[in-house]
């Protein structure tokens, strides 16, 4: 069973950075996996950050940047603000037609 | 404007069955494909169920694989989750999520619904 991992939380500075990270179980991360990344508020659905590693979303401010870092998918929150704090989910294709989530990262900003 | 609005959710015992539906607008609806992402309480998002644009491929994750069928009428704009034989694990908020492109491959989600509350318990 393939398991995506991610940090389960981080803790930014207002106007920090921070970069969280997505993993697999069992082998590296690439571009071929078409890494993408949510951001969800408490009883909220999603809203979509980064599609295919690097490509932002309509709307979403260039402080969110995507990216392979080593063996890695990852997620790059530049000058973090207060809002940005929530829960953010990758997603990587499998192939055959199947996506899975990783377990998510808690963001704190303070 | 790009909307997708889920009905269907409800409380059903455990063994029985319920269909989910998702409405969308604002774009054409058959270019896409079309995913349901479920989240249980407290816990993270799981993606469930894709469909191409053209309803011609479904893919399952392995938990509902056999239980829950996804199906889609172009014509209606409509997206479906037919669940059968659920189970309390299955209790969740589901979210219906359109794909960026048509064949739900190689792919991600853009837009996303609010979610219907699905409870399985007797």
């Known amino acids: 069973q393939t398991v995506v991992t991610q940090e389960p939380s981080f803790s930014v500075s207002p106007g920090g950075t921070v970069t969280l990270t997505c993993g697999l179980s069992?082998?590296?991360?690439?571009?071929?996996?078409?890494p993408s990344w949510y951001q969800q508020t408490p009883g909220q659905a999603p809203r979509t950050l980064i599609y295919?590693?690097?490509t932002r979303s309509s709307g979403v401010p260039d402080r969110f940047s995507g990216s392979i870092l080593g063996n890695k998918a990852a997620l790059t929150i530049t000058g973090a603000q207060a809002d940005d704090e929530s829960d953010y989910y990758c997603v990587l294709y499998m192939g055959s037609g199947i996506y899975v989530f990783g377990t998510g990262t808690k963001v704190t900003v303070l | 404007e790009v909307q997708l609005l889920e009905s269907g959710g409800g409380l059903v015992q455990p063994g029985g069955s319920l269909r989910l539906s998702c409405a969308a607008s604002?774009?054409?609806?058959?270019?896409?494909?079309m995913s349901w992402v479920r989240q249980a309480p407290g816990k993270g998002l799981e993606w469930v169920s894709a469909?191409?644009?053209?309803?011609?491929?479904?893919y399952y994750a392995d938990s509902v694989k056999g239980r829950f069928t996804i199906s889609r009428d172009n014509s209606k704009n409509t997206l479906y989750l037919q669940m059968n034989s659920l189970r309390a694990e299955d209790t969740a908020v589901y979210y219906c999520?359109?794909?960026?492109?048509?064949?739900?491959?190689?792919?991600?989600?853009?837009?996303w619904g609010q979610g219907t509350m699905v409870t399985v318990s007797s």
């Open positions: 999520a359109k794909h960026i492109i048509a064949a739900a491959a190689n792919d991600a989600f853009d837009i």
């Open positions: 295919s590693t690097n």
């Open positions: 469909i191409s644009g053209s309803g011609g491929s479904t």
């Open positions: 069992s082998g590296s991360v690439s571009t071929s996996y078409y």
């Open positions: 604002g774009f054409t609806f058959s270019s896409y494909a």
